[in-house]
Structure formats: C-alpha cells, structure tokens
C-alpha cells in the first residue's frame, strides 16, 4: 500500500528556533507538493516540485522558508527562524505529473 | 476573485439523507477535477477523480462536472455517520498546480 510519509508527524518548538520537516513520496512520482492549512485560511500551496527541481514556491515566505529535494525520495520544508504564525500543519503530497496528487498525514507544528 | 469557490457550510443532515456538495471554478483552462475528503486531524484523501465533463460513479458517490458552466458537485446517497468530514474540491489544467476550495464540513446525524 503506497503512502506518502512525512516526519516529523507532531512538532512543538520555540520561536526563533529551526524547524525541518521531512517527506517521502510515493515511489515513482514526479511531483511533490508543500501546502500549510490553517482554519483561517484553508489549504495554501507553499511549494512544488518536478523531477525534483522547483516549479514553484511562491506561496512561501522567502525569507525564512525553503524546500528542497535532495533525492527523488525525500522533499524538505525547513523553516528557521521559526515564528507563532506559522503554526499550523504541513502536508506534503505527491503525484505523477499533475493530474492527481496524494497526501501525507501531515505535521502539526505548534510554535510558543 | 478566487479560482475556486466552496461554500463551507457546515452542513448537518440526517442518516440516509442525499448530500449535494459544490464548487464554482473561473479559469476554464481546468481540466482534472477531485474531492478530497478530510476527516479532523487527518490528511486530505483522495475520494473520486474525473477528467473533463460528465458524471462519474463510485458506490454511493457521483461527480459531476460541467464545464460550460464551471461547476462541479458531489453526490453522497444514503449517507452515513462515516462519511461525516471535511470535503475539498480541487482541480488543476495538466502541468499546472492545483487549486483547492476551502472545504465544505459535513455532519450526518444518526
């Protein structure tokens, strides 16, 4: 049974401090996708990528965001320095080109 | 004005009842359309998925898509207690990045 997995799957950290959050995609797709969902604003697209190279991170933070793909099977989401706003969850998803994806459990991050 | 519409209800219906969930899109260049079904504290589940216009069958769900008017719907019949959840619209043109509604959260009532 193909998943997605991500780790860690529960995060409590302090503010300023670095956040790394972790994916492996299901085995053969080419695309990965980072959204972050909050009650407020639902799910928001923070980056993705094909083949392992970024298509587009727009909805990200720049300055204290970035994701990165260093192997086909494993996409990271790190954010440092961390802040209360950006708790929320974290899924990752992947699928094959763009026609379907599949979600992760996701990471819930919590910032004091 | 967003690129996809979902009235977030919440929506409460008996057990049994017939449950009609909806979107409105406004780029026509859309051609994938899925629901995604989130139970709380999990990650969004892909539930039907359909290319281009037309109805799609799977048990107790249709999707319908209808492309000249840029709508698309979820049938549930004979709803359940387990079917009580978030549910997502989403779609996407092929290559391009998806575009998700805000959901729509669905109670049903034993």
């Known amino acids: 049974d193909a998943r997605v997995t991500q780790t860690p799957r529960h995060k409590v950290t302090e503010m300023g401090q670095e956040v790394t959050m972790r994916c492996q995609p299901i085995l053969g797709h080419n695309t990965v996708f980072w959204y972050r969902q909050t009650m407020m604003q639902g799910l928001e697209l923070l980056a993705y990528?094909?083949?392992?190279?970024?298509?587009?991170d727009s909805g990200m933070p720049k300055d204290r965001f970035s994701a990165e793909m260093p192997d086909a099977t494993l996409a990271t989401l790190k954010i440092q320095p961390s802040e209360p706003r950006d708790s929320a969850v974290y899924f990752c998803?992947?699928?094959?080109?763009?026609?379907?994806?599949?979600f992760g459990p996701g990471t819930r991050l919590t910032v004091l | 004005q967003k690129e996809v519409e979902q009235d977030p209800g919440p929506l409460s219906v008996p057990e049994g009842a017939i449950v009609s969930l909806n979107c409105t899109y406004s780029n026509s260049a859309f051609q994938y359309f899925m629901w995604y079904r989130q139970y709380s504290r999990k990650g969004p589940e892909l539930l039907m998925y359909?290319?281009?216009?037309g109805n799609k069958e799977d048990g107790r769900f249709t999707a319908q898509v209808d492309k000249s008017s840029k709508y698309i719907s979820l049938f549930i019949r004979d709803s359940q207690p387990s079917d009580s959840a978030t549910y997502l619209c989403a779609m996407s043109a092929l290559g391009n990045q998806f575009y998700f509604g805000t959901g729509t959260s669905l109670t049903v009532i034993p």
């Open positions: 998803a992947s699928g094959f080109l763009t026609d379907t994806q599949y």
């Open positions: 359909t290319y281009s216009s």
């Open positions: 990528f094909r083949n392992r190279a970024p298509l587009d």
